[in-house]
């Protein structure tokens, strides 16, 4: 097959027209005369995005993305392996049709000893995950605080990666200095979490490779504006569905354009830069490389007109020329129905309380620490919509039914609750609501779904995840419409959150700071300890 087009050229960053010649490998790039109307870019590569909270399956997810040019991702199952442990890891490998995913090893899971999750990967099932399925790194370390204070089954799933040659992702949002120091000598060298750009320079200089990230939760481009774009990947990390139907890394390069960095530097960023550091052929247009090719009207808008994954074309015009098929699968649900009781916080006060509230912040996944006065009645401590202080709480799935109960600002919820069983990393339920009856209602809808997200007031919607209580077999179309009336009765009830459910579910992420809670109580992320919710 031939492709004539404008080459651009990611190692000599030069543009020039020619013919390539493919069949699934890339045969020969000769240049012709006439300049064309169109662009042949290698294939896109998002270098960090969990498919998991696309709350599509793999074969899904790779339908709505291979439009936008997507040709590859770098994923960490960290989510669904918190459930399933190895079968979960199995299963995403499976269910991986057409788009070129590769995935790494979890390192972390559960993410802290801090709260219960569904399986445990010890160094031991790292070292037969790495023999026995094409896993191509180490994922995220998480859990830094381990990595600085040498925690040994840390240490040792780090030795077998580096034992195995395979690269090692970071994750410490804020670390700085000696402890920074010390967790890159371990290997580590990518970072997606840095928000400052003197964070990031600082982690650059160190050897780290910039994941620059712009998904739904947590949006992080501008304030990373001039650091040394040859050492940074642009990535999503999470992505919900609505704003995949919108587009993938198309945007990201869009938005770099926005901002001012040249063309033919983002076009590296989600091509060279990635493939060199993971090792892969892909990432370039060159004799001998995969024919992963993306075609696109401009260099400013990257409007997508053709892909080809291996010489295979996959995409015209926004529309997939393949049809997936979806695998099933079923997660443990072991949790009995709750009473709004059980979402209690005691206090033999008979008057008011002084309470730590954990403060959301929008479009970040780092929250803030503060306070609230709440009234008691009957011995319980009420949350007060009023004050915008909502009752948050987590609720174990997975047979202890231990109950994490704590208070949150930010939703402004008047009368109504939001549960979900995407409550990262462990996938706990998660809620959130105006008063104890309500929140036990939205839990018990996500109980009875079997996995999902729920608003739950007068009346109730909900959006079932039967794959794992994470994702759905179904287009992501659908999935985004109902994702999206659910979300429309949050708003109804009051939320000023523009993704109210993305930013629950990272309120029991226990390794970003500030304050988080847990299965086990409220968690400050700073100390590396629980806390008590009444000061």
């Known amino acids: 097959m031939k492709l004539k087009g404008n080459l651009v ?44 909270s696309s709350m599509v399956c793999p074969s899904r997810f790779a339908e709505a993305v291979i439009p936008h040019g997507t040709t590859c991702t770098i994923s960490d199952p960290h989510e669904i392996a918190n459930i399933l442990g190895i079968e979960g890891i199995v299963y995403m490998i499976k269910d991986s049709q057409v788009l070129k995913i590769f995935y790494t090893a979890p390192s972390c899971v559960p993410a802290t000893p801090f709260e219960t999750s569904g399986a445990l990967l010890s160094a031991e099932t790292i070292e037969h995950l790495f023999q026995t399925y094409p896993l191509i790194g180490l994922g995220e370390v998480m859990n830094f605080p381990g990595v600085v204070a040498g925690d040994p089954d840390l240490l040792e799933k780090i030795s077998v990666a580096r034992r195995y040659e395979k690269p090692i ?82 945007i990201l390069l869009q938005k770099a354009i926005s901002h001012g960095i040249d063309p033919v530097t983002a076009v590296k960023m ?52 393949f049809s997936p098929e979806p695998i099933s699968l079923n997660a443990p649900f072991r949790v009995k129905k709750k009473s709004p009781s059980d979402f209690a916080i005691t206090s033999s006060s008979s008057d008011q309380v002084a309470v730590r509230v954990i403060q959301v912040i929008e479009g970040s996944l780092y929250t803030g620490s503060e306070t609230a006065t709440l009234t008691c009645e009957h011995g319980s401590v009420q949350p007060d919509p009023e004050q915008d202080v909502l009752k948050l709480s987590v609720v174990e799935r997975y047979g202890t039914e231990t109950v994490g109960t704590g208070f949150v600002r930010g939703f ?43 608003t739950c007031g007068e009346e109730t919607t909900a959006l ?37 459910f993305m930013q629950l579910s990272f309120l029991a992420l226990l390794v970003i700071p500030e304050l988080k809670l847990s299965n086990k109580g409220l968690f400050d992320s700073q100390a590396f300890q629980f806390v008590d919710v009444i000061i």
């Not at 402890?179 to 003197?198: A, F, N, V, W």
């Not at 990262?424 to 996995?451: E, F, Q, R, Y």
């Open 270 to 321: 989600v091509t060279l830069n990635p493939a060199h550091h993971y090792r892969l052929s892909a990432g370039a247009l060159a004799p001998g490389r995969p024919a992963d090719i993306t075609i696109v009207e401009s260099l400013k808008g990257f409007e997508v007109q053709d892909v080809y994954i291996d010489g295979v074309h996959v995409a015209h015009e926004g529309v997939p020329l």
């Open 169 to 250: 992702d970071g994750h410490a949002p804020g670390l700085t200095g000696i402890p920074l120091q010390k967790y890159c000598s371990m290997g580590i060298l990518t970072d997606h979490e840095c928000t400052r750009r003197e964070e990031a320079q600082e982690k650059q200089e160190l050897g780290m490779q910039i994941m620059i990230r712009e998904g739904t939760a947590s949006k992080n481009f501008k304030e990373l504006l001039g650091v040394k774009y040859d050492r940074c990947f642009l990535v999503s990390d999470d992505l919900h569905p609505e704003d995949i139907r919108k587009g993938h890394v198309d």
């Open 9 to 52: 050229n990611v190692f000599t960053e030069d543009i020039y027209p020619v013919e390539i010649s493919f069949e699934s490998v890339i045969t020969s790039i000769r240049p012709v005369s006439q300049e064309q109307k169109s662009y042949l870019l290698p294939g896109f590569i998002d270098a960090h995005i969990h498919v998991e």
């Open 464 to 500: 079932e995840l039967p794959v794992a209580g994470l994702m759905s077999t179904q287009h992501i179309d659908t999935v985004a419409e109902t994702h999206h009336q659910v979300q429309q009765k949050a708003w109804d009830m009051g939320c000023t959150l523009e993704d109210p």
């Open 412 to 454: 402004g919820i008047y009368r109504g609750a939001l549960a979900s069983s995407v409550s990262h990393d462990s996938h706990n339920i998660i809620a959130v609501g105006s008063c104890d009856a309500l929140v036990a209602k939205a839990v018990n809808t996500v109980i009875d779904m079997k996995g999902g997200i729920a």
